[in-house]
């Protein structure tokens, strides 16, 4: 057990639905990284925050957005959803912005149907 | 972007030692190299991280040459249970994120 929880474990939905994945960090980490692994792409960097603050981007999609609230908990925001927005969807915490050493919550796997 | 190669799968029997080399060649001076472990449908899983030479751990050793621009990720006698992808993301220059790649798939065999 990482330590880091993400809800839901599963989801389905259909296209063009919106959908928020919440993530909540190991006690005590300030930063929080989500990111997206599908069959064919592998693990894509989404985005990072650290306490609160947006600090880095990576390949997400402008029907996408996250924020990381007072608490430190972060929530990913998908909209207009694709069938090809199926995929894994991690989130992973660390002590200190930068550090490589992320701990990754099991995961919320969505379908797009 | 930063950019790894490793070997897409290695087949392993168990009780073997399996070594696991990442080629970076444009990691950053002052990154460390970092190794991590993914079952199935799990978050991957950090395993060990070192900067030059050689770390060891309960779980792996990571062997760096003076150059950096590679590593090796050592399993000493795996079990059918080391069957996962392992990862060597690296960091971009300037860049917070990890790049995380195809990952190698160990498939250890009784």
């Known amino acids: 057990d990482s330590g880091v929880t993400q809800t839901p474990k599963h989801l389905i939905t259909a296209t063009g639905q919106r959908v928020t994945l919440r993530c909540s960090p190991r006690?005590?980490?300030?930063?929080v990284y989500w990111y997206q692994q599908s069959l064919d792409q592998g693990l894509q960097f989404l985005i990072q925050?650290?306490?609160?603050?947006?600090?880095a981007k990576g390949n997400i999609l402008e029907r996408f957005s996250a924020q990381q609230f007072p608490d430190l908990h972060s929530e990913l925001n998908l909209s207009s959803l694709e069938l090809g927005d199926s995929a894994l969807y991690f989130c992973?915490?660390?002590?200190?912005?930068?550090?490589?050493?992320?701990?990754f919550g099991p995961g919320t796997r969505l379908t797009v149907t | 972007l930063a950019k790894t190669t490793q070997p897409i799968s290695m087949d392993s029997y168990e009780g073997q030692e399996v070594n696991i080399t990442c080629s970076h060649n444009?990691?950053?001076?002052?990154?460390?190299i970092t190794w991590y472990q993914q079952f199935p449908s799990q978050g991957p899983r950090f395993i060990i991280q070192?900067?030059?030479t050689k770390v060891t751990n309960e779980v792996a050793s990571l062997f760096i040459p003076a150059d950096r621009k590679s590593s090796t990720l050592s399993l000493p006698r795996v079990s059918l249970s080391d069957t996962a992808v392992y990862y060597c993301?690296?960091?971009?220059?300037?860049?917070?994120?990890?790049?995380f790649g195809k990952g190698t798939k160990l498939s250890v065999i009784p």
């Open positions: 993301p690296v960091r971009g220059a300037g860049s917070y994120q990890l790049t």
């Open positions: 070192g900067y030059k």
């Open positions: 444009n990691i950053a001076t002052n990154d460390y």
């Open positions: 925050y650290y306490n609160g603050e947006e600090r």
């Open positions: 006690s005590g980490d300030l930063s």
């Open positions: 992973a915490s660390s002590g200190r912005t930068g550090v490589d050493e992320q701990y």
